[in-house]
Protein backbone atom coordinates (compact mmCIF):
# COMPACT_ATOMS: atom_id res chain seq x y z
CA UNK A 1 0.00 0.00 0.00
CA UNK A 2 1.26 3.29 -1.31
CA UNK A 3 2.08 5.67 1.55
CA UNK A 4 -0.01 8.47 2.41
CA UNK A 5 0.82 12.10 3.05
CA UNK A 6 -1.41 14.57 4.92
CA UNK A 7 -1.78 17.88 2.59
CA UNK A 8 -3.77 21.47 2.57
CA UNK A 9 -5.06 22.72 -0.12
CA UNK A 10 -6.67 26.56 -0.40
CA UNK A 11 -9.69 27.07 -2.65
CA UNK A 12 -11.01 29.79 -4.30
CA UNK A 13 -13.22 31.22 -6.54
CA UNK A 14 -15.09 34.52 -7.66
CA UNK A 15 -16.34 34.14 -11.14
CA UNK A 16 -20.40 32.63 -11.90
CA UNK A 17 -21.62 30.90 -8.87
CA UNK A 18 -19.05 30.60 -6.85
CA UNK A 19 -20.00 28.37 -4.18
CA UNK A 20 -21.31 25.32 -6.66
CA UNK A 21 -17.96 25.93 -7.80
CA UNK A 22 -16.32 24.78 -4.53
CA UNK A 23 -18.40 22.23 -4.38
CA UNK A 24 -17.41 21.00 -7.54
CA UNK A 25 -13.85 21.60 -6.75
CA UNK A 26 -14.24 19.19 -3.36
CA UNK A 27 -15.96 16.36 -5.35
CA UNK A 28 -13.78 16.81 -7.76
CA UNK A 29 -10.43 16.59 -5.46
CA UNK A 30 -12.00 13.61 -3.04
CA UNK A 31 -12.60 11.44 -6.08
CA UNK A 32 -9.36 12.64 -7.88
CA UNK A 33 -6.76 13.09 -5.05
CA UNK A 34 -7.33 10.84 -1.56
CA UNK A 35 -9.24 10.62 1.56
CA UNK A 36 -10.86 14.41 2.63
CA UNK A 37 -10.31 14.53 6.60
CA UNK A 38 -11.67 18.05 7.09
CA UNK A 39 -13.35 20.89 5.19
CA UNK A 40 -13.24 24.64 6.53
CA UNK A 41 -16.37 26.83 6.68
CA UNK A 42 -16.29 29.46 3.53
CA UNK A 43 -15.06 32.82 3.58
CA UNK A 44 -15.66 35.74 1.55
CA UNK A 45 -13.05 38.51 1.17
CA UNK A 46 -12.38 41.03 -1.52
CA UNK A 47 -10.43 40.27 -4.56
CA UNK A 48 -6.45 41.01 -4.07
CA UNK A 49 -4.20 42.38 -6.70
CA UNK A 50 -7.03 43.18 -8.89
CA UNK A 51 -10.38 44.78 -9.42
CA UNK A 52 -12.91 41.70 -9.42
CA UNK A 53 -15.66 40.41 -7.29
CA UNK A 54 -15.47 39.11 -3.95
CA UNK A 55 -13.80 35.55 -3.36
CA UNK A 56 -14.76 32.85 -1.50
CA UNK A 57 -12.33 30.82 0.04
CA UNK A 58 -12.13 27.33 1.68
CA UNK A 59 -9.23 25.17 3.20
CA UNK A 60 -9.29 21.44 2.62
CA UNK A 61 -6.88 18.53 4.42
CA UNK A 62 -6.78 15.37 1.93
CA UNK A 63 -4.75 12.46 2.85
CA UNK A 64 -3.10 11.82 -0.65
CA UNK A 65 -0.67 9.18 -2.24
CA UNK A 66 0.37 11.13 -5.05
CA UNK A 67 3.53 13.12 -5.18
CA UNK A 68 3.73 17.26 -4.63
CA UNK A 69 4.05 17.24 -9.04
CA UNK A 70 1.31 14.43 -9.59
CA UNK A 71 -0.91 16.56 -6.80
CA UNK A 72 -0.11 19.50 -8.65
CA UNK A 73 -0.55 18.18 -12.16
CA UNK A 74 -3.69 16.96 -10.80
CA UNK A 75 -5.25 20.07 -9.38
CA UNK A 76 -4.24 22.28 -12.30
CA UNK A 77 -6.51 19.46 -14.47
CA UNK A 78 -9.24 19.88 -12.11
CA UNK A 79 -8.95 23.59 -12.84
CA UNK A 80 -8.74 23.31 -16.35
CA UNK A 81 -11.60 21.00 -16.41
CA UNK A 82 -13.88 23.52 -14.38
CA UNK A 83 -13.26 25.97 -16.99
CA UNK A 84 -9.95 28.05 -15.60
CA UNK A 85 -8.38 29.67 -18.40
CA UNK A 86 -4.88 30.82 -17.44
CA UNK A 87 -3.10 32.94 -18.95
CA UNK A 88 0.68 33.95 -19.99
CA UNK A 89 0.67 37.68 -18.49
CA UNK A 90 1.67 37.78 -15.03
CA UNK A 91 -0.63 39.37 -12.33
CA UNK A 92 -3.64 38.61 -10.88
CA UNK A 93 -7.08 37.73 -12.48
CA UNK A 94 -10.58 36.59 -12.08
CA UNK A 95 -10.78 32.75 -11.51
CA UNK A 96 -13.88 30.06 -11.60
CA UNK A 97 -11.84 28.00 -9.57
CA UNK A 98 -8.34 28.86 -7.56
CA UNK A 99 -6.57 25.73 -6.02
CA UNK A 100 -3.47 26.01 -4.03
CA UNK A 101 -0.88 23.25 -2.25
CA UNK A 102 -0.14 25.46 0.79
CA UNK A 103 1.13 21.96 2.87
CA UNK A 104 2.25 18.12 1.98
CA UNK A 105 2.89 16.75 5.49
CA UNK A 106 5.83 18.80 6.89
CA UNK A 107 7.88 18.61 3.65
CA UNK A 108 10.16 21.01 2.06
CA UNK A 109 10.06 21.03 -1.63
CA UNK A 110 11.13 23.35 -3.91
CA UNK A 111 11.03 22.48 -8.12
CA UNK A 112 10.53 24.50 -11.08
CA UNK A 113 6.81 23.35 -10.61
CA UNK A 114 6.10 22.89 -7.09
CA UNK A 115 6.94 25.19 -3.92
CA UNK A 116 5.48 23.98 -0.73
CA UNK A 117 4.89 25.46 2.03
CA UNK A 118 3.32 28.06 -0.39
CA UNK A 119 5.62 31.07 0.06
CA UNK A 120 2.55 33.62 0.70
CA UNK A 121 0.56 31.23 3.22
CA UNK A 122 2.06 33.67 5.88
CA UNK A 123 0.69 36.78 4.11
CA UNK A 124 -2.97 36.00 3.42
CA UNK A 125 -5.96 36.09 5.57
CA UNK A 126 -7.88 34.68 2.97
CA UNK A 127 -5.63 31.16 3.57
CA UNK A 128 -5.07 31.16 7.21
CA UNK A 129 -8.40 32.19 8.68
CA UNK A 130 -10.16 29.08 6.96
CA UNK A 131 -6.96 27.03 7.94
CA UNK A 132 -7.43 27.76 11.46
CA UNK A 133 -10.49 26.51 11.26
CA UNK A 134 -9.14 23.00 10.38
CA UNK A 135 -5.56 22.75 11.30
CA UNK A 136 -4.83 25.31 14.32
CA UNK A 137 -1.71 23.70 15.19
CA UNK A 138 0.00 22.83 12.28
CA UNK A 139 3.61 24.19 12.34
CA UNK A 140 4.92 25.71 9.20
CA UNK A 141 8.18 23.93 8.75
CA UNK A 142 9.89 26.52 7.84
CA UNK A 143 8.72 29.41 10.04
CA UNK A 144 8.02 26.47 12.89
CA UNK A 145 5.03 28.38 13.81
CA UNK A 146 1.46 27.14 14.04
CA UNK A 147 -1.58 28.56 12.09
CA UNK A 148 -2.90 30.18 14.92
CA UNK A 149 1.04 32.44 15.54
CA UNK A 150 0.63 33.55 11.84
CA UNK A 151 -3.32 34.14 11.58
CA UNK A 152 -2.07 36.97 14.75
CA UNK A 153 0.90 37.96 13.22
CA UNK A 154 -0.49 38.48 10.03
CA UNK A 155 0.30 41.92 8.26
CA UNK A 156 -3.45 41.42 5.82
CA UNK A 157 -5.89 43.21 7.89
CA UNK A 158 -8.50 43.11 5.16
CA UNK A 159 -11.78 42.48 6.01
CA UNK A 160 -13.28 38.53 5.55
CA UNK A 161 -16.55 37.34 6.80
CA UNK A 162 -17.71 33.16 7.34
CA UNK A 163 -20.58 32.90 4.83
CA UNK A 164 -21.41 29.32 4.49
CA UNK A 165 -21.13 26.29 7.03
CA UNK A 166 -18.81 23.93 5.63
CA UNK A 167 -19.68 21.97 2.36
CA UNK A 168 -20.31 18.33 2.54
CA UNK A 169 -17.00 16.06 0.92
CA UNK A 170 -19.48 14.26 -1.25
CA UNK A 171 -22.84 13.97 -2.84
CA UNK A 172 -24.11 11.28 -0.06
CA UNK A 173 -23.52 13.76 2.59
CA UNK A 174 -25.30 16.77 0.39
CA UNK A 175 -28.21 15.28 -0.19
CA UNK A 176 -28.12 14.13 4.04
CA UNK A 177 -28.25 17.92 4.17
CA UNK A 178 -30.83 18.69 2.14
CA UNK A 179 -33.33 16.46 4.42
CA UNK A 180 -36.42 15.88 2.29
CA UNK A 181 -36.31 15.99 -1.66
CA UNK A 182 -39.31 16.66 -3.23
CA UNK A 183 -39.37 15.85 -7.09
CA UNK A 184 -42.44 16.92 -9.29
CA UNK A 185 -43.45 17.44 -13.03
CA UNK A 186 -46.28 17.11 -15.14
CA UNK A 187 -47.83 13.54 -16.10
CA UNK A 188 -45.04 11.65 -17.78
CA UNK A 189 -42.35 14.13 -16.65
CA UNK A 190 -39.77 11.31 -15.77
CA UNK A 191 -40.28 12.64 -11.92
CA UNK A 192 -40.53 8.84 -10.39
CA UNK A 193 -37.68 7.72 -12.83
CA UNK A 194 -35.78 10.19 -10.85
CA UNK A 195 -36.38 10.21 -7.20
CA UNK A 196 -35.98 6.01 -7.65
CA UNK A 197 -32.57 7.12 -9.03
CA UNK A 198 -31.55 8.96 -6.25
CA UNK A 199 -32.90 7.08 -3.70
CA UNK A 200 -30.61 3.97 -5.00
CA UNK A 201 -27.73 6.22 -5.13
CA UNK A 202 -27.40 8.13 -2.29
CA UNK A 203 -29.25 5.95 0.20
CA UNK A 204 -32.71 7.68 0.49
CA UNK A 205 -35.89 6.69 1.99
CA UNK A 206 -38.24 6.78 -1.08
CA UNK A 207 -41.79 8.40 -0.76
CA UNK A 208 -43.70 7.36 -4.07
CA UNK A 209 -47.48 8.50 -4.78
CA UNK A 210 -49.84 5.68 -5.10
CA UNK A 211 -51.66 6.68 -8.43
CA UNK A 212 -51.89 3.61 -9.70
CA UNK A 213 -54.11 2.33 -6.95
CA UNK A 214 -56.96 4.85 -7.64
CA UNK A 215 -59.90 3.30 -8.90
CA UNK A 216 -61.70 6.81 -10.33
CA UNK A 217 -58.15 7.14 -12.41
CA UNK A 218 -59.10 5.14 -15.07
CA UNK A 219 -63.10 6.64 -15.44
CA UNK A 220 -61.86 10.14 -15.18
CA UNK A 221 -59.74 9.78 -18.22
CA UNK A 222 -62.95 8.69 -20.02
CA UNK A 223 -65.44 11.21 -18.48
CA UNK A 224 -63.98 14.43 -16.74
CA UNK A 225 -66.88 16.11 -15.93
CA UNK A 226 -68.63 13.04 -13.96
CA UNK A 227 -65.38 11.79 -11.80
CA UNK A 228 -63.39 14.98 -11.42
CA UNK A 229 -64.52 15.93 -7.81
CA UNK A 230 -64.52 12.12 -6.60
CA UNK A 231 -61.24 11.54 -8.07
CA UNK A 232 -59.43 14.58 -6.60
CA UNK A 233 -60.72 14.41 -3.65
CA UNK A 234 -59.64 10.15 -3.30
CA UNK A 235 -55.91 11.65 -4.51
CA UNK A 236 -56.27 14.12 -1.49
CA UNK A 237 -57.00 11.22 1.29
CA UNK A 238 -54.69 9.12 -0.04
CA UNK A 239 -51.80 11.97 -0.70
CA UNK A 240 -52.67 13.17 2.99
CA UNK A 241 -52.73 10.06 5.07
CA UNK A 242 -49.35 9.06 3.13
CA UNK A 243 -47.68 12.23 3.60
CA UNK A 244 -48.47 12.25 7.05
CA UNK A 245 -47.66 8.65 7.70
CA UNK A 246 -44.09 8.51 5.22
CA UNK A 247 -42.72 11.86 6.05
CA UNK A 248 -43.10 12.08 9.97
CA UNK A 249 -40.84 9.02 10.20
CA UNK A 250 -37.28 8.94 9.56
CA UNK A 251 -35.60 5.96 8.45
CA UNK A 252 -32.78 5.33 11.11
CA UNK A 253 -30.51 3.78 7.97
CA UNK A 254 -31.37 6.28 5.61
CA UNK A 255 -29.92 9.53 4.88
CA UNK A 256 -32.40 11.57 3.78
CA UNK A 257 -36.52 11.21 2.41
CA UNK A 258 -37.16 11.84 -1.58
CA UNK A 259 -40.83 11.83 -3.04
CA UNK A 260 -41.92 11.84 -6.27
CA UNK A 261 -44.33 13.88 -5.76
CA UNK A 262 -45.53 16.93 -3.26
CA UNK A 263 -49.34 16.81 -2.04
CA UNK A 264 -49.30 20.75 -3.04
CA UNK A 265 -50.37 18.77 -6.30
CA UNK A 266 -53.55 18.04 -5.52
CA UNK A 267 -54.70 21.81 -6.01
CA UNK A 268 -53.19 22.15 -8.54
CA UNK A 269 -54.75 19.34 -10.65
CA UNK A 270 -58.22 20.00 -8.86
CA UNK A 271 -58.15 23.85 -10.46
CA UNK A 272 -57.49 22.62 -13.71
CA UNK A 273 -60.33 19.87 -13.20
CA UNK A 274 -62.68 20.96 -11.15
CA UNK A 275 -66.00 23.73 -11.92
CA UNK A 276 -65.69 26.77 -10.18
CA UNK A 277 -68.41 25.61 -7.18
CA UNK A 278 -66.72 22.35 -6.66
CA UNK A 279 -63.13 23.69 -7.09
CA UNK A 280 -64.02 26.48 -4.23
CA UNK A 281 -65.39 23.36 -1.72
CA UNK A 282 -62.04 21.38 -2.60
CA UNK A 283 -59.88 24.42 -1.52
CA UNK A 284 -61.23 24.85 1.74
CA UNK A 285 -60.55 21.00 2.69
CA UNK A 286 -57.42 21.44 0.92
CA UNK A 287 -56.01 24.19 3.28
CA UNK A 288 -56.94 22.99 6.59
CA UNK A 289 -55.22 19.86 5.68
CA UNK A 290 -51.68 20.91 3.98
CA UNK A 291 -50.92 22.99 7.00
CA UNK A 292 -50.31 19.87 9.01
CA UNK A 293 -47.76 18.30 6.41
CA UNK A 294 -44.15 18.43 5.79
CA UNK A 295 -42.91 21.10 3.40
CA UNK A 296 -39.92 19.54 1.40
CA UNK A 297 -36.39 21.41 2.04
CA UNK A 298 -35.87 21.57 -1.75
CA UNK A 299 -38.75 21.40 -4.46
CA UNK A 300 -37.60 20.37 -7.90
CA UNK A 301 -39.90 20.89 -11.10
CA UNK A 302 -39.09 18.65 -14.44
CA UNK A 303 -40.00 20.78 -17.02
CA UNK A 304 -41.05 18.71 -20.25
CA UNK A 305 -42.09 20.05 -23.52
CA UNK A 306 -46.58 18.79 -24.18
CA UNK A 307 -44.56 17.21 -27.18
CA UNK A 308 -42.39 14.63 -24.95
CA UNK A 309 -44.61 14.62 -22.29
CA UNK A 310 -47.12 12.55 -24.60
CA UNK A 311 -44.36 10.55 -26.32
CA UNK A 312 -43.07 9.16 -22.94
CA UNK A 313 -47.22 8.26 -22.02
CA UNK A 314 -47.77 6.33 -25.12
CA UNK A 315 -44.04 4.69 -24.60
CA UNK A 316 -45.09 3.52 -20.79
CA UNK A 317 -48.12 2.38 -22.48
CA UNK A 318 -50.89 2.71 -19.20
CA UNK A 319 -53.69 2.26 -21.56
CA UNK A 320 -55.94 4.36 -19.15
CA UNK A 321 -53.44 7.47 -20.24
CA UNK A 322 -53.31 7.11 -23.91
CA UNK A 323 -56.43 9.78 -24.29
CA UNK A 324 -55.10 12.54 -22.32
CA UNK A 325 -54.98 15.92 -24.32
CA UNK A 326 -52.30 18.03 -24.64
CA UNK A 327 -54.57 21.22 -23.73
CA UNK A 328 -54.84 19.17 -20.29
CA UNK A 329 -50.85 18.91 -20.13
CA UNK A 330 -50.92 22.33 -20.85
CA UNK A 331 -53.10 23.42 -18.47
CA UNK A 332 -50.95 21.65 -15.71
CA UNK A 333 -47.62 22.73 -16.61
CA UNK A 334 -49.05 26.56 -16.07
CA UNK A 335 -50.65 25.81 -12.38
CA UNK A 336 -47.27 24.45 -11.82
CA UNK A 337 -45.31 27.13 -12.79
CA UNK A 338 -47.64 29.77 -10.85
CA UNK A 339 -47.50 27.46 -7.69
CA UNK A 340 -43.50 27.80 -8.02
CA UNK A 341 -43.89 31.38 -8.82
CA UNK A 342 -45.86 31.77 -4.95
CA UNK A 343 -42.71 29.72 -3.10
CA UNK A 344 -41.14 32.80 -2.17
CA UNK A 345 -39.33 31.30 1.48
CA UNK A 346 -38.95 27.83 -0.62
CA UNK A 347 -35.71 26.46 -2.06
CA UNK A 348 -36.83 25.78 -5.41
CA UNK A 349 -35.02 24.22 -8.45
CA UNK A 350 -37.03 24.82 -12.45
CA UNK A 351 -35.34 21.81 -14.90
CA UNK A 352 -36.06 21.96 -18.18
CA UNK A 353 -35.05 18.59 -19.33
CA UNK A 354 -37.20 18.36 -22.45
CA UNK A 355 -33.85 17.60 -24.22
CA UNK A 356 -32.71 15.11 -21.76
CA UNK A 357 -32.57 11.11 -21.28
CA UNK A 358 -31.53 10.84 -17.87
CA UNK A 359 -32.23 7.25 -17.80
CA UNK A 360 -30.01 6.08 -20.60
CA UNK A 361 -27.92 8.77 -20.55
CA UNK A 362 -25.17 9.04 -17.43
CA UNK A 363 -24.08 12.41 -18.41
CA UNK A 364 -27.65 13.81 -18.42
CA UNK A 365 -28.12 12.53 -15.14
CA UNK A 366 -25.26 14.33 -13.75
CA UNK A 367 -26.14 17.11 -14.95
CA UNK A 368 -29.35 17.17 -12.97
CA UNK A 369 -27.73 16.60 -10.10
CA UNK A 370 -25.12 19.08 -10.76
CA UNK A 371 -28.20 21.33 -11.07
CA UNK A 372 -30.30 20.10 -7.88
CA UNK A 373 -26.75 20.91 -6.19
CA UNK A 374 -26.36 24.44 -7.86
CA UNK A 375 -29.93 25.78 -6.81
CA UNK A 376 -29.78 24.57 -3.19
CA UNK A 377 -26.38 26.35 -2.87
CA UNK A 378 -28.07 29.87 -4.25
Known sequence: MPDVTLTYISFG??????????????????????????????????????DGEDFLNLCLGVKTSLSPEKLMETLIHIEEKMGRVRHLESGYEPRIIDLDILYYGDQVVQTDHVTIPHPEIQNRLFVLKPLADIAPQF???????????????????????????????????????????????????????????????????????????????????????RYAFPLEMSFLADRYQQFKDDTSQFDLFKNFMVSDYDIYKSLIFAQVTLQKDEFKLYRKIFTSM???????????????????????????????????????LEHINKGYLEFIKSLQEQKTAVLDISEMDFVDHEGDYQKILEEIERYWLQ
Open 13 to 50: SNEGHRLHALQKAIYAVGTQVGDIQAISSVYESAAMGF
Open 139 to 225: YHPILGKDTRNLLQECPDRSAILKVHPPLPANRESFFSAVNFLAIEGNIGAGKTSLAKRIATDFNAKIVLERFADNPFLPKFYKDQN
Open 290 to 328: YTNVKKPDLYVYLYQSTERLLENIRKRGRSYEQEIEPHY
